[in-house]
């Protein structure tokens, strides 16, 4: 079987977190700035960097450096783990998916997501999925603001440790939002969406997404998904707005 290089989305696509992790930005802002969030930003599909970016431009506040601010957005989250783990849950399928594509040759399995690092392994561990990935082969949201610049990352990432080069027809991006969708077209690669978030198949549809699911409970139809022999590729486009 050719290689394969899997990427995950995280939220909304193999867990729940229970909107404790979009809470976690109001309290990182307090922290950082001394004053209470007013505003509220959506978080859906986007970066962690990007959505705290977005909280300081709406508040007039400038001046904190990416290192400052993903140490406090990693804190807040690390606090929150207990409420994490009793409020989110790993949605339907997605163990079963996961297990199906370890035992296929050649698949490498890591993840794309605008979770800082930190926060995607943080998650992953504490619903048990962690077992399932190579997290040293993924993208994360402090590798780039843009999430359609994090695909190459992984891509480089993959190829120094697998020895072994993923390319548009080889690597295969798995989410929920139209934000991945865009970011997988921009980036090249084949894009599996799952309507198991807030975006219908119909909105994914819409986006390019090569392949639709409600969800992931049919594990063959996901293997098929994924694995499937590419047809036509998506070339690489111009960098779009970041998603988480």
Do not use: C
């Amino acid at each position: 079987m050719r290689p394969i290089l899997v990427l995950w989305d995280v939220d909304g696509t193999l867990i729940d977190d229970g909107a404790v992790g979009e809470a976690v930005y109001p309290f990182a802002f307090e922290r950082l700035t001394g004053r209470p969030a007013r505003h509220r930003v959506a978080s859906a599909g986007r970066t962690e960097l990007d959505v705290m970016a977005e909280l300081f431009a709406r508040h007039g506040v400038d001046g904190f450096e990416p290192h400052r601010v993903g140490a406090e957005l990693t804190a807040q989250l690390r606090r929150r783990a207990a409420e994490l783990r009793t409020a989110g849950r790993v949605l339907p399928g997605a163990v079963e998916a996961l297990q199906a594509l370890r035992a296929r040759p050649g698949v490498t399995q890591s993840v794309l997501t605008g979770n800082l690092r930190a926060n995607a392994a943080l998650k992953l561990g504490l619903f048990g999925l962690a077992e399932f990935v190579d997290l040293g082969v993924g993208a994360y949201g402090d590798d780039a603001r843009e999430r359609a610049a994090l695909l190459p990352v992984a891509r480089r990432r993959a190829a120094a440790v697998r020895g072994r080069h993923f390319d548009a027809g080889s690597t295969v991006l798995v989410g929920d939002t139209p934000q991945d969708v865009r970011a997988g077209l921009a980036g090249g690669s084949r894009v599996v969406a799952v309507a198991s978030g807030a975006s219908s198949g119909a909105v994914l549809r819409a986006a390019g997404a090569d392949a639709v699911l409600p969800d992931l409970r049919d594990t063959a139809a996901v293997v098929r998904a994924v694995v499937r022999a590419p047809g036509t590729v998506h070339a690489p486009g111009p960098a779009v707005r970041s998603g988480r």
